[in-house]
């Protein structure tokens, strides 16, 4: 027996069929660049904005937000959201912690989700960007929170962590390659509908992706020095 409420899962049952997905370095370094560059951009009246402003007319002309076709993008845009994701991954959790013996997933989900809220809403406050619906483009507005987008950088994070826990303990291929879809292509779905129906502009999903990968290194990286470490010694000891 183990002692602790949280212990090393053992090898995986099933082979890895994609990467758990950490973040390189270099793809690390350039969502710090491109985040910054943007951010700089923007709150110095730069050609990005105009590209926003270009954008947002284009997409309000369309009128999807008072379209039959509004259901079915909003539902896209859920794909990023808090809700949706948290659901799956309590299954996912829950699962790991019967099946595996481990609270470990939870932990990282927890971690992560900490430092989501903390970090965004912190960027948020701090640029106060006016959304799209909003009767002009403002920074430092007292009804500004569009920037940068939470829903993108919710799915970039949180579909990257469940992406890691389905390979690291070695779930069945499908539900590895569907995480993997999930963390791709997920984010990419609620940046679009998110802007299609002119809730953000381009660049609030822009910085959100860059947002979300330099978060899901974050977690890694604390993983590595701190929570994994701290389960194997807890592992390693012996109850009395």
Same mark, same amino acid.
């Not at 090393?8 to 994609?18: I, L, Q, S, T, Y």
């Not at 370094?29 to 110095?44: E, I, K, Q």
């Not at 659901?87 to 790991?96: N, Q, R």
């Given at each position: 027996?183990?002692?602790?409420?949280?212990?090393?899962?053992?090898?995986?049952?099933?082979?890895r069929?994609?990467?758990?997905?950490?973040p390189?370095?270099?793809?690390l370094?350039?969502?710090?660049?491109?985040?910054?560059?943007?951010?700089?951009?923007?709150?110095?009246?730069?050609?990005?904005e105009?590209?926003?402003l270009?954008?947002?007319?284009?997409?309000s002309?369309?009128?999807?937000?008072?379209?039959a076709?509004?259901?079915?993008v909003?539902?896209?845009?859920?794909?990023? *959201?808090?809700?949706?994701i948290?659901?799956v991954?309590?299954?996912?959790?829950?699962?790991?912690?019967?099946r595996?013996?481990t609270?470990?997933?939870?932990?990282r989900?927890?971690?992560?989700?900490?430092?989501?809220?903390v970090?965004v809403?912190?960027i948020?406050?701090?640029?106060?960007?006016?959304?799209?619906?909003?009767?002009?483009?403002? &920074?430092?507005h007292?009804?500004?929170?569009?920037?940068?987008?939470?829903?993108?950088?919710?799915?970039?994070?949180?579909? *990257?962590?469940?992406?890691w826990q389905?390979?690291?303990?070695?779930l069945?291929?499908?539900?590895?390659?569907?995480?993997?879809?999930?963390?791709v292509?997920?984010?990419?779905?609620?940046?679009m509908?998110?802007?299609?129906l002119? &809730?953000?502009?381009?660049?609030?999903a822009?910085? *959100?992706?860059?947002?979300?990968?330099?978060?899901l *290194?974050?977690?890694h990286?604390l993983?590595?020095?701190?929570?994994?470490?701290?389960?194997?010694?807890h592992?390693?000891?012996?109850?009395a």
């Amino acid at each position: 027996m183990t002692s602790g409420v949280i212990r090393d899962a053992g090898p995986a049952e099933n082979a890895r069929v994609v990467s758990v997905g950490r973040p390189p370095w270099w793809l690390l370094v350039a969502a710090a660049l491109v985040g910054g560059l943007v951010t700089v951009d923007l709150v110095t009246r730069g050609s990005l904005e105009r590209m926003d402003l270009r954008v947002s007319e284009i997409v309000s002309d369309w009128g999807l937000a008072q379209s039959a076709a509004y259901p079915v993008v909003w539902a896209v845009t859920q794909v990023g *959201g808090r809700v949706t994701i948290l659901a799956v991954l309590a299954v996912l959790v829950g699962y790991l912690a019967w099946r595996r013996r481990t609270w470990l997933p939870l932990v990282r989900v927890l971690l992560a989700l900490a430092l989501l809220t903390v970090t965004v809403y912190a960027i948020k406050s701090g640029t106060g960007r006016t959304a799209p619906g909003f009767p002009g483009s403002f &920074f430092f507005h007292a009804d500004g929170a569009s920037f940068p987008s939470g829903h993108v950088a919710n799915a970039v994070l949180m579909w *990257g962590v469940a992406r890691w826990q389905a390979v690291e303990y070695g779930l069945p291929a499908r539900v590895q390659r569907s995480f993997w879809v999930l963390s791709v292509a997920g984010p990419v779905a609620t940046g679009m509908a998110m802007v299609s129906l002119d &809730f953000h502009w381009v660049t609030d999903a822009v910085v *959100g992706a860059a947002v979300g990968i330099l978060l899901l *290194g974050v977690v890694h990286a604390l993983d590595a020095v701190v929570l994994s470490r701290w389960v194997r010694a807890h592992a390693g000891r012996q109850s009395a």
